[in-house]
């Protein structure tokens, strides 16, 4: 007897529908604002490693030319990928406008998250000094360029590029390093209420 394909969803949106409920847990008024913070941070925790392991997978069998296609469902890698980021897409805007949402409910209990540019003078040069006390000892900044490979990245690492100028106008690529279990993601200005 011949299986109906259109009765099976296929594993990886069914995987995605999963996450969606995580997101509709931060959503939900009923729990308390810090999980609902919380709930985003697991949603895109597992995004993350959906993308590095599952599509990491679909597009090896791409790139391999291996024509495997899903058992239940009959997608081929290269159609399942098109319908993760289709779903995916869709995801990413309700994320972040639940995520606008959430800021927007963090001011009234006293908490704010600000931009350096729109701090004081005197709040920036607090935080200038804190930077070169307590994270500037830890970067270690790394060069790309002809005679400098390009350097392993760790997965799950958070990371950030700079094009670099050298005085004579050569232009370099620069990566540093951005994850410490002694950084902060947040710091409080001294001074400031929230």
């Known amino acids: 007897m011949k299986e109906n394909r259109e009765c099976y969803q296929n594993r990886e949106l069914s995987w995605l529908l999963f996450n969606e409920r995580v997101l509709n847990e931060a959503a939900n008024p ?11 941070s697991i949603y895109q925790t597992n995004l993350d ?6 599509v990491g997978t679909l597009m ?4 391999n030319k291996k024509t495997v296609k899903d058992n239940k469902t009959g997608l ?10 289709k779903e995916v897409e869709r995801l990413e805007q309700k994320r972040k406008e639940i995520y606008t949402q959430l800021m927007g409910e ?15 003078k005197q709040e920036q ?12 000892p830890y970067l270690s900044p790394m060069i790309v360029g002809k005679q400098q490979p390009f350097p392993f990245l760790q997965n799950s690492e ?5 094009r670099l100028e050298t ?23 001294p001074g400031r209420k929230g």
């Open 30 to 40: 009923r729990v308390p604002l810090m999980e609902r913070l919380q709930f985003v």
């Open 49 to 54: 490693e959906f993308f590095m392991v599952r």
């Open 60 to 63: 090896q069998q791409m790139e």
């Open 76 to 85: 081929s890698s290269k159609e399942q990928i098109k319908l993760i980021l």
């Open 106 to 120: 963090l001011e009234p209990v006293g908490i704010h998250i600000i931009n350096f540019q729109k701090l004081s």
């Open 125 to 136: 040069s607090q935080l200038e000094a804190y930077f070169d006390k307590a994270i500037r």
């Open 158 to 162: 958070l990371y950030a590029v700079a």
């Open 167 to 189: 005085k004579g106008g050569k232009k370099r690529m620069g990566i540093v390093p951005c994850w410490n279990p002694v950084f902060k993601r947040l710091i409080e200005i």
